[in-house]
């Protein structure tokens, strides 16, 4: 049998959240398929919402959208940046999935009149879950939310403890991330809360074989003995991960650590030593950019909360590497954007302007205006999903003449509906994984720059969204001069638009940043910002400009 094979890392978290466990189980993939293992991951969340669908980007950040639509945490996002294993539904869930699951069997009688218990019907709910996914690659990473101690994470927790006994103690391992702060006051790194927090996952039958220590600065190696005394954890698996300036530098910091090593001696894996050169690779093109920086505006209303545009953050950062440039990402509040009478003072500066997806009618005159600067200025312009939807009533109001168009979402009373339900959505009460979702084909037009840019004329991309172009406005759209230049096969739905008269401009209604990859950037990322390094070239400088490029 195959779990008989397959080899898990358990990945847990101590102290406080926040400190990278996603990106140190992402890393850890990295390192493993560097070696030549295949792996995938399988990220565990603690709260009762069925999926991070409906949470507000206030407390979840991004919501990541995978090929088969699964609405979900922001770290399979990692997981597919960081190696190759493709995220679907079932690499993430939550305990409301798991109760959701259980209770409907309880209901359906499957449980043959036993008294349904959190031991052993929900710890087994989730062993069969993370089996079944595991099933068939060398080294399966789980990933558990939240942090050790959390009263919500104990059944997950029970469920690892029972994962490690009943695979062997050759075929699991257990991954502590902790945090090890410095304390001013007393000039000292301190140790304790790492012991408090091995602690608590003793005492819950699971004892770390690895800890993975969060630190600002250098970990001495007596700290490191310290640490490893107290936890039984040996000093070769005391893994400093001090702060790296890219995240793509991560695996390359860890197997200096020995991390990799460690994992593979432990799960007792035959394997070579892991080829890290494309990491390398990108690392030394991100620290120093051949020719130079292009400087980006992305008009949202989450300024204060990157989380909430972490793909898009990366895929920027991939069409630099693209490039050779580096990318300077300004956030720029939409709502704020509304008041501003001279856009040029705020707009000015910058070499592109980018608006992203986003819900609700907060801030969206600001984006218009945002889009109405950059087609009336010929600066490049990249709108996703929401962003096209507003590029599209930006132009219809604005060129076409329709005075009042705009987004049935924003105000269902719009005199000129030009974003619309989708049909499919009519009628559609619960707002829980309802979105049009996941991967579709979109058709492009011969010719246009959506095909220039892609090189072919079928694509797949991943779609999270509600409203569409209203096809009772296309031929008016398209006799003013805007392009419809992706359809779906069907011609139903528009994808993509792009304005042929300008230096770059296109609106994509999908979410391209879901599937940019450091080593593969995704080509309207990298296009874009091609086009905003050319305008930097040529774009008008103010005196004491801030955000010049170097070539
Ligand atoms: N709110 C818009 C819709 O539902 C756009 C969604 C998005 O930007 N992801 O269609």
Known sequence: ??????????????????????????????????????????????????DPGTMSPYQHGEVYVTDDGAEADLDLGH?????????TRANNFTT?????????????????????????????????????????VDVAIV?????????????????????????????????????VPWIGAAGELKTKPTQHSVKELLGLGIQPEILICRVDRELPVDLKRKIAHFTNVGVEAV?????????????????????????????????????????????????????????????????????AYKSLHESLVHGGLANDLSVQLHYVDSEELQRVDDMEKVLGEYDAILVPGGFGDRGLEGKIKAIRYAREHNVPFFGICLGMQMAVVEFARHVCGLDGAGTVEADPQTKHPLIHLMPGQRGIQ??????????????????SLAARVYGTTLISERHRHRFEVNNEYRETLEKNGLRLSGLSPDQLLVEMVELPNHR???????HPEFK?????????????????????RVRPRKEGSTHASLN
């Not at 997981?79 to 995220?87: D, G, K, L, N, P």
């Not at 499957?110 to 996914?133: C, F, N, S, W």
């Not at 619960?430 to 010719?447: S, W």
């Not at 770059?504 to 999908?510: D, H, N, P, R, T």
């Open 239 to 307: 893994i400093a991960a001090t702060d790296v300036s890219c995240i793509y530098e991560l695996p390359i910091k860890l197997h200096k650590e020995g991390l990799d090593q460690q994992l593979v001696e432990r799960l007792n894996i035959w394997s070579r030593q892991p080829d890290l050169s494309n990491w390398k690779r990108t690392v030394e093109r991100m620290r120093e950019p051949q020719k130079g920086t292009v400087s980006v505006a992305l008009i949202g209303k989450y300024v204060h909360l990157r989380d």
């Open 1 to 50: 049998m195959h779990t008989q094979r397959t080899k898990y890392v358990f990945v847990t978290g101590g102290v406080v959240s926040s400190i990278g466990k996603g990106l140190a189980a992402a890393s850890l993939g990295a390192l493993m398929e560097a070696r030549g293992l295949r792996v995938t991951h399988i990220k565990l969340d603690p709260y009762i919402n069925v």
């Open 143 to 179: 990933e558990i939310g939240g942090t050790v101690g959390d009263i919500e994470s104990l059944p997950f927790l029970e469920a690892v403890r029972q994962l490690r006994t009943e695979n062997g103690p050759q075929n699991t391992v257990s991954v502590h991330v902790t945090l």
């Open 516 to 536: 940019s990859k450091p080593h593969a950037p995704h080509p309207l990322f990298t296009h874009f910002i091609h086009a905003a390094q050319e305008y930097s």
């Open 430 to 447: 619960d707002k829980g994984a309802t979105m049009r979702l996941g991967a579709y084909p979109c058709q492009l037009a011969e010719g």
């Open 96 to 136: 409301g999935r798991i109760y959701d699951a259980v209770i409907s069997k309880e209901r359906r009688g499957e449980y043959l009149g036993a008294t349904v218990q959190v031991i052993p019907h929900i710890t087994d709910e989730i062993k069969a879950r993370v089996r079944e996914v595991a099933a068939g």
């Open 79 to 87: 997981y597919e940046r960081f190696t190759s294993a493709r995220m």
């Open 504 to 510: 770059y401009f296109i609106g994509c209604q999908f």
